[in-house]
């Protein structure tokens, strides 16, 4: 088996709290076919030298320091030097499972995409796990079956590029779109999968997902989440469009517009303008949500959960400027009895 089976690409901006946490994650796995990417993204503080003392003592290990450019750039920056048939992807404040890399590799036959499970950290409490259903491989033919089986809430399984292996030859010339700092990895998990033809499951946890309390939900009802929106909508629909073409008979593959782009996305900016005075309230940025909305021929008021009975109902009344009225007048008074 060839030495670099695994090239594990992992980004580093201002991490020394946690970075030894997950080297020393990766350096404890039974399976040592691999390779060490690390991606220093202009760090400020001790990060570039545990780096390089990683670098230093182990063969597997090699850094690259950058300019900060954004994970997107330092993931980019990885992938172009990458040398392993599959390429995985770590942040630098989470870590591998024991027997990782092991669990994932165990009986692949050169599948695309390789997808494992994830246990969720809550400032280092356990809170649950995510997992596909079964293992199994999925090609061509099957891959309706694998998309039936692993879309679940929120799209949790699919949402990352952590947890997974890709095929470097099926990545190609693919990269993460730097001009987006939110949901620019779900964009890549998506754009592979569009054209991808078979996956491998393996249902226990392979990475370790850690949250801080305090920064969940953090900078989701900002101004520049809502520009941040903006530019990932078209994207994201461009690419759901390109899955529903390809399994047109998958129900939850043609389910994932409506319930995760609208009920999921679209409708937060519109709590949002409901809720918070926005300068981004305005004719332009409410048409374009509507010209979103459009696209689903069959949206109805009880299309989603009822909690978006008010946007629906003002969206159905096909009046922006009323519905500018409306949303200002919610935030004014909202606004104040939050202040």
């Given amino acids: 088996m060839d030495k670099n089976m695994v090239s594990i690409i992992i980004p580093v ?54 300019p900060n450019a954004g994970v997107s750039s330092a993931r980019n920056a990885g992938l172009d030097i990458a040398e392993g048939a599959y390429v995985m992807f770590v942040d630098s404040d989470d870590a591998l499972a024991p027997g990782a890399l092991s669990s994932m590799i165990k009986d692949v036959s050169g599948e695309d995409m390789l997808l494992g499970g994830y246990s969720v950290y809550v400032d280092g409490i356990p809170v649950k796990d995510v997992c596909p259903l079964r293992a199994a491989s999925y090609c061509r033919d099957e891959m309706d079956g694998f998309f039936q089986e692993n879309i679940r809430h929120n799209c949790e399984m699919l949402d990352a590029p952590w947890a997974k292996m890709f095929r470097r030859k099926a990545i190609g010339k693919l990269r993460f779109c730097e001009e987006l700092s939110y ?3 779900k964009l890549f998990v998506f754009n592979f ?94 048409t374009w949500l509507y010209g979103m909305m459009d696209m689903d021929s069959g949206l109805g008021l009880f299309s989603l959960r009822p909690g978006q009975f008010f946007n629906l109902l003002l969206y ?3 009046n922006v400027d009323m519905s500018l009225r409306v949303y200002r007048f919610t935030s004014g008074i909202l606004d104040r009895k939050n202040a």
Wanted: hydrophobic share 35%; glycine share 4%.
């Fill in 316 to 318: 159905k009344m096909n």
């Fill in 183 to 185: 949901a620019e990895d």
């Fill in 193 to 286: 999968m569009a054209e991808c033809s078979s996956v491998r499951t393996c249902p226990v946890p392979v990475y370790d997902y850690h949250l801080r309390a305090g920064s969940l939900g953090s900078d989701t009802s900002s101004d520049r989440h809502l520009m941040q929106l903006r530019r990932f909508l078209p994207m994201y629909a461009d690419v759901l469009c390109r899955l529903a073409v390809k399994y047109p008979f998958c129900v939850k593959v043609n389910a994932l517009y409506r319930k995760d782009l609208i009920g999921r996305y679209v409708c937060r900016v519109m709590n949002i303008f409901a809720s918070r005075r926005s300068a981004l309230l305005g004719r332009d940025y409410l």
């Fill in 13 to 66: 901006y201002n991490a020394e709290e946690y970075l030894d946490r997950c080297l020393g994650s990766v350096l404890a796995q039974d399976f040592t076919s691999y390779e060490v990417i690390l991606i220093d993204d202009g760090s400020t503080d001790s990060s570039p030298l545990i780096c390089d003392r990683y670098s230093a003592t182990s063969a597997r290990f090699r850094t690259l320091h950058k």
